[in-house]
């Protein structure tokens, strides 16, 4: 698959190629097909899974893209949300959907830094692609509230089965849900104290 060539030349590359690689992708539509009838479920799942467990929370969406979850959730259903992603023309996109309660930021995600903790840390199709998705959850605990959740959805591959092992060892399971589309394309989401 096309997709999993483009995954390994970024995670093997150093961060700033990285980050070049991104910003070429959203540049030339590469992700535009998230935004079609094939990936609606998940992002539903996503969205029902925060309005069970935590409705009016504050979220952070870590590597939110254009904001296309963002974009599909009620304002009502949050008091705060933050979107980042290391794109800047990702970014740029997701601004223009902005209101009053949220905000999106260009950044790093090994990196991200903030005073401000969350009820919710979405992870949506992010840590197969990051170097050391485990040490990423650990930094991102920090921004959690003590009784937070993440929410962590990655399309099922054998690499992504170790990692949910390795996750499902570390944090408390709170639910699991497997979906797929009539394409055969599945996906597993899972929420986490």
């Not at 935004?35 to 996503?46: P, Q, W």
């Not at 999106?104 to 919710?120: A, Q, W």
Request: with cysteine; charged share 25%.
């Amino acid at each position: 698959m096309k997709v999993n060539k483009i995954i390994k030349r970024i995670i093997k590359k150093h961060n700033v190629i990285a980050e070049n690689e991104w910003e070429h992708q959203y540049v030339s539509g590469r992700w535009e097909y998230l935004n079609e009838l094939k990936e609606l479920a998940r992002y539903s799942l996503i969205i029902g899974y925060l309005n069970f467990f935590k409705p009016s929370g504050a979220i952070l969406d870590v590597g939110c893209g254009e904001g296309l979850l963002f974009e599909r959730m009620c304002s009502c259903s949050y008091t705060q949300y933050v979107g980042i992603d290391i794109s800047e023309t990702a970014i740029n996109k997701a601004i223009k959907k902005k209101n009053e309660k949220s905000s999106f930021l260009k950044t790093g995600l090994e990196n991200y830094s903030t005073n401000i903790m969350f009820d919710v840390i979405i992870f949506n199709e992010v840590l197969y692609y990051l170097e050391d998705p485990m040490r990423i959850l650990k930094h991102y605990k920090t921004f959690l509230k003590d009784d937070g959740i993440f929410i962590i959805s990655m399309y099922n591959t054998r690499k992504n089965i170790q990692l949910w092992k390795k996750i499902d060892s570390v944090y408390m399971l709170q639910d699991e849900t497997k979906i797929s589309n009539k394409i055969g394309v599945s996906w597993t989401c899972k929420v986490y104290k």
